[in-house]
């Protein structure tokens, strides 16, 4: 009897610690990279309607092309440092297409979100 007591305890706490108790969390939204370099790469995404992403730009250029990141529908506009990652948060959306382009207007990219189903 003791012996099963403390078997469990310590079965408890190793579930805690690894996350199973947090049955009720939202998953970490998926991470999709994007590199800069002459363009977008890719310069399409696909998600699901109500999918929250996280795109990370990581510019592999420099010069003032594409030194911001615009979102013109999301209202969305960040700087993009060369040769740094930088995290952008996409919201869940509306089935549709969102463009992404650079600050100038010159290369650009789409979300593409889907229906869920
Ligand atoms: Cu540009």
Redesign the pocket.
């Known amino acids: 009897m003791h012996k099963k007591g403390k078997t469990l305890t310590v079965a408890a706490l190793i579930f805690s610690g690894l996350g199973f108790g947090k049955a009720s969390a939202e998953p970490a939204p998926r991470q999709i990279t994007i590199i800069v370099d002459g363009g977008y790469s890719p310069n399409r995404i696909d998600v699901k309607e109500g999918e929250p992403v996280t795109l990370v730009f990581e510019r592999r250029e420099h010069g ?5 990141v615009v979102f013109p529908g999301l209202d969305i506009r960040r700087a993009l440092p060369p040769k740094q990652r930088v995290a952008i948060a996409i919201p869940a959306l509306k089935a549709g297409e969102y463009e992404w ?7 650009s990219g789409t979300i593409a979100v889907s229906r869920g189903g």
Request: hydrophobic share 35%.
């Open positions: 003032p092309s594409t030194a911001e382009k650079c600050g100038m207007n010159m290369v």
